[in-house]
């Protein structure tokens, strides 16, 4: 017996422990996903879809053209750059350094939505809203129209290897073939409205639509089929991979205005939209891959609304380029991962070049809002930082220490500040940020007690080849004691009984169920709430409202209510004292207690009176009764009676006809009555539920 006393003994003390632990334990608030990077402030900062966080490749501008899109791209052999506009349909012609920018063709169209180049460095542009193909041979040579069938668009050319030039348009759905010699004809004709983006393979090409986001396949001949349909309405790009892989990036819709009105060149653009497709959807993009086999995988979803642009870099790479916050992306197509690469100052990245004949290869991106030319860059920036987003540690908090994971390479660093508040948005009631924290495994958060805190990471490097890669960090805190908060007492009176047995009528089965209300049986109940989640313990007190000290109904409760049977308290107005202590969650010292009084009740014990019954026989054969009833605490609330052998209570009433002080004059007009002897029995209720009879013959 003495083993089994002491094992529960020490089981007891076990789980006082361990309500101790969960209440005043360390909290660890740890990031190392890119959603939870990102959702904070960042600059010059890359996050991959694993959650590491590096610095970002450089973007540098490589021309401005002070116009609002820059639509397309194309290299001659020199390696000098032609960038189609809107909204001013104009080409202009830059050097391969970047250094020299010539207007090369001035359209009289809105916007040049395609370029290619030919033998000979020949240009061919395709237009929009009056859909043109022009023939540009050099700056000197007026253009040579090669297209005007009636089209509005000319979305995207291809130029084979026999120099035939492929025209896909809208807002008809036609494909069309340009031979060397300048004849024209359709090629390949749709039910759709665009025919927005090409792809050539090996005998023929693959067609992407806009209305139904459906995809093509044309073999020279003319003959064709679909071989995908997207969910999505718009299939903007397409690229293939070494294997034959097509990948196929799809928008929900049309990302923006393809041209803006200029009143001497004609309307606005406006976005292509399938038939009855009703208002717009949410953008979305994504990236599908399209096997050889016939077989189609979703690859990618891009967490930027809008795709503008794809060029596949490798069979392991595909840089992304969107809208509308200037980030580019390197995607693997063969799982799905990604990383941001570099960020454009303009918002959207509308066309990607990678250059071929100049001297140092580069990525070109065209960009729009504003119209400029960017050059993505291999060589990290020296310098970024990753700000958290605010952690709220729901109540003043004393901060351990911040640790953190990463790869820091010799030439590279990363340190981490920190700063606390308690607005949820940082403002100059803040501390200041700290000074820089270098030790990963765990530094102590030097900053004041605080309810909200923010980290900050800063990355640098001495060698632009090379980048720090943050993983994780972890961030202790503890909540300081706050007291609990009681914001209300209240008693109710006649409070049923739950499960207690109910009467039933005889031979009937037993059965439980709610017991109807006692008047004697009162609930005490509290709303309790504790910041810290503290498990709380209550003590209930009562006292007549003129006493002054308070007597004990009971202790130690864990539930926030009490039921209170009053009836051995002496009638008075009382009231009702809860208290409330977190000590069982807090150490010695550190507990808080609180209490509230409930407003005052009347308790009221005693019976009403019933005082002598007059009897008064009329001359009809009718009497006439009345009587005195008075409660010494309430007014009386009720009165019923019974004469002779009644087998049910009948209603009797005071003089005035309601019941409203605590003393009534009852006053009954009998119906006519046998001659004979009578009783009369008058049962009185005051509103505390008592009861008294009173008995009469006549």
Same mark, same amino acid.
């Given at each position: 017996m003495r083993r089994l006393i002491s094992f529960w003994s020490l089981m007891a003390i076990s789980l006082i422990f361990v309500s101790l632990a969960s209440a005043v334990s360390t909290s660890l608030w740890e990031q190392q996903h890119r959603t939870e990077f990102e959702a904070g402030e960042i600059k010059n900062i890359s996050v991959t879809s694993k959650g590491d966080a590096s610095l970002s490749k450089k973007v540098e501008e490589f021309s401005e053209l002070k116009e609002a899109q820059v639509w397309a791209l194309a290299e001659d052999s020199e390696?000098?750059?032609?960038?189609?506009?809107?909204?001013?349909?104009?080409?202009?012609?830059?050097?391969?350094?970047?250094?020299?920018?010539?207007?090369?063709?001035?359209?009289?169209?809105?916007?040049?939505? +395609?370029?290619?180049?030919?033998?000979?460095?020949?240009?061919?542009?395709?237009?929009?809203?009056?859909?043109?193909?022009?023939?540009?041979?050099?700056?000197?040579?007026?253009?040579?129209?090669?297209?005007?069938?009636?089209?509005? $668009?000319?979305?995207?050319?291809?130029?084979?290897?026999?120099?035939?030039?492929?025209?896909?348009?809208?807002?008809?759905?036609?494909?069309?073939?340009?031979?060397?010699?300048?004849? +024209?004809?359709?090629?390949?004709?749709?039910?759709?409205?665009?025919?927005?983006?090409?792809?050539?393979?090996?005998?023929?090409? $693959?067609?992407? +639509?806009?209305?139904?986001?459906?995809? $093509?396949?044309?073999?020279?001949?003319?003959?064709? +089929?679909?071989?995908?349909?997207?969910?999505?309405?718009?299939?903007?790009?397409?690229?293939?991979?070494s294997k034959g892989n097509v990948f196929a990036t799809a928008v929900t819709s049309v990302p923006m205005d393809r041209g803006a009105p200029r009143p001497s060149r004609g309307p606005a653009v406006p976005n292509p939209q399938a038939p009855g497709s009703g208002p717009p959807q949410e953008n979305r993009s994504v990236i599908y891959k399209l096997h050889p086999d016939g077989t189609t995988a979703h690859v990618w979803s891009s967490p930027e609304p809008l795709i503008f642009s794809t060029v596949l870099e490798s069979d392991e790479q595909i840089l992304v380029g969107t809208g509308s916050n200037g980030n580019l992306y390197r995607v693997n197509p063969t799982n799905g991962e990604f990383h941001s690469v570099g960020k454009c100052e303009a918002k959207d990245v509308v066309a990607i070049l990678k250059t071929k004949n100049s001297d140092d290869m580069k990525t070109i991106v065209g960009a729009g809002n504003p119209g400029k030319l960017y050059t993505l860059t291999e060589t990290y920036f020296e310098e970024g930082t990753l700000e958290s987003s605010v952690h709220n540690a729901q109540s003043l908090s004393r901060w351990g220490k911040i640790s953190w994971e990463a790869d820091v390479q010799e030439g590279t660093s990363l340190t981490f500040a920190t700063r606390t508040g308690n607005t949820r948005k940082p403002d100059d009631t803040w501390n200041k940020w700290s000074d820089e924290l270098t030790t990963a495994e765990g530094t102590q958060i030097p900053n004041a007690a605080a309810q909200y805190i923010q980290w900050r990471a800063k990355f640098t490097t001495t060698d632009t080849a090379k980048a720090p890669i943050l993983k994780k960090v972890t961030l202790a805190s503890a909540q300081t004691n706050v007291e609990p908060t009681l914001s209300s007492v209240t008693v109710r009176t006649g409070v049923s009984s739950a499960q207690r047995p109910v009467p039933q009528p005889p031979g009937a089965p037993s059965r439980s169920g709610s017991a109807p209300a006692s008047p004697k049986r009162w609930k005490v109940e509290w709303k309790v709430a504790d910041a810290n989640r503290d498990t709380l313990q209550f003590t209930v007190y009562y006292k007549a409202v003129d006493e002054e000290n308070w007597k004990l109904l009971k202790k130690e409760l864990n539930a926030p209510s009490?039921?209170?049977?009053?009836?051995?308290i002496a009638d008075g107005k009382y009231e009702v004292k809860v208290v409330a202590t977190d000590k069982l969650s807090n150490p010695v010292g550190w507990e808080k207690t609180v209490d509230k009084v409930s407003a005052p009740v009347s308790v009221d014990n005693t019976d009403p009176e019933v005082g002598e019954i007059n009897v008064e026989p009329q001359d009809d054969g009718t009497f006439k009764i009345t009587c005195k009833v008075s409660d010494a605490m309430n007014t009386v609330q009720r009165a019923v009676y019974k004469i002779d052998n009644d087998e049910q209570w009948r209603v009797i009433f005071p003089e005035d006809g309601i019941f409203d002080s605590k003393e009534e004059q009852l006053l009954l007009h009998t119906t006519k009555l046998p001659e004979g002897a009578h009783s009369i029995t008058i049962r009185v209720t005051d509103r505390a539920q008592n009861t008294a009879t009173g008995r009469q013959s006549f």
């Open positions: 390696g000098n750059i032609y960038a189609g506009t809107g909204n001013e349909g104009k080409i202009y012609k830059i050097s391969a350094d970047g250094k020299t920018v010539t207007l090369y063709f001035d359209s009289p169209e809105v916007t040049i939505f +395609s370029l290619v180049t030919g033998p000979d460095d020949v240009l061919y542009a395709g237009t929009g809203p009056d859909g043109l193909v022009y023939k540009i041979t050099d700056k000197e040579t007026p253009p040579k129209t090669l297209l005007k069938k009636g089209d509005k $668009y000319v979305w995207a050319l291809h130029l084979d290897g026999e120099g035939n030039l492929y025209a896909a348009t809208g807002t008809e759905g036609k494909i069309y073939k340009i031979t060397p010699e300048g004849e +024209s004809s359709v090629f390949f004709d749709t039910e759709e409205k665009n025919i927005s983006s090409l792809l050539a393979f090996d005998g023929g090409l $693959y067609a992407g +639509s806009s209305g139904n986001g459906i995809i $093509y396949k044309i073999m020279n001949d003319g003959s064709s +089929s679909v071989i995908y349909q997207a969910r999505e309405k718009e299939i903007r790009d397409l690229v293939m991979d009490y039921d209170w049977d009053i009836t051995s």
